[in-house]
């Protein structure tokens, strides 16, 4: 079925270093969007993008946060600097228009010391 | 805000049944999903309902009760292999997002 790709699978990086964190969604979809999972803990909504424009964001993606998908490559969020707390699998999915299912990617483990 | 609330384990025996309950107290519907998550692994759809009642798919069925802010996900003739976490997530009106709860953690046991 349609797959979402995640790279790095596991990424460590020190306190205050940028990471990028990139996604390659389902072809034809059009809505991207970046989830946080801390070990343990629930799947929270950090942000959607829509046609080139963050759509929704919460109250977890903070000012150090980014994210774009430049001419319709990898969805990215990049994190810039980071912190402690940034420590979490970052989700990636897609969706289609006007569709009810997620598709997620395996998750990009963030360890920052 | 969005507050959506599942018990965090369930525990069942092969070939019986399990019952996940989910409930939410969200500002706006616009449906309802179940995800498996197993450990390591990314969210796998299984289910998606917007209105009332009980759906059927089989090994998975969904119910549920919009006026009740509740729902659950039926899994019958357990195997070992449905042991994983089981994630409800409610579609917010606008733009597609989904807030999901913490999940429940499944384990069959033989």
């Known amino acids: 079925g349609p797959k979402v790709l995640q790279i790095p699978s596991h990424q460590i990086i020190d306190m205050g270093q940028m990471v990028t964190l990139n996604c390659d969604p389902v072809s034809n979809h059009l809505y991207f969007y970046w989830y946080k999972q801390i070990l343990g803990q629930q799947m929270e909504f950090l942000v959607n993008f829509y ?3 963050v759509m929704e964001k919460s109250k977890l993606f903070k ?12 969805f990215t969020l990049k994190i810039q600097p980071t912190a402690l707390e940034d420590s979490a699998v970052y989700f990636c999915a897609s969706s289609a228009v006007s569709n009810e299912r997620l598709f997620f990617g395996h998750g990009t483990k963030l360890s920052v010391l | 805000g969005q507050g959506v609330e599942q018990p965090d384990n369930l525990m069942s ?3 019986t049944f399990a019952r996940v309950n989910c409930t939410y107290s969200t500002s706006g519907f616009n449906g309802l999903s179940w995800y498996q998550q197993r450990e390591g692994h990314a969210p796998v759809f299984l289910s998606y309902v917007v209105l009332d009642g009980l759906k059927d798919s089989g090994h998975f069925s969904t119910f549920l009760s919009r006026s009740n802010g509740y729902s659950y996900l039926l899994l019958t003739e357990l195997q070992i292999k449905d042991s994983a976490s089981y994630l409800c997530a409610v579609r917010a009106p606008n733009y597609n997002v989904l807030y999901f709860g913490s999940g429940t953690k499944l384990t069959v046991e033989p």
């Open chain 1, 51 to 53: 046609n080139g424009k």
């Open chain 2, 13 to 15: 025996v092969e070939g």
């Open chain 1, 63 to 74: 000012d150090q946060f980014s994210v774009e998908r430049p001419d319709g490559s990898y």
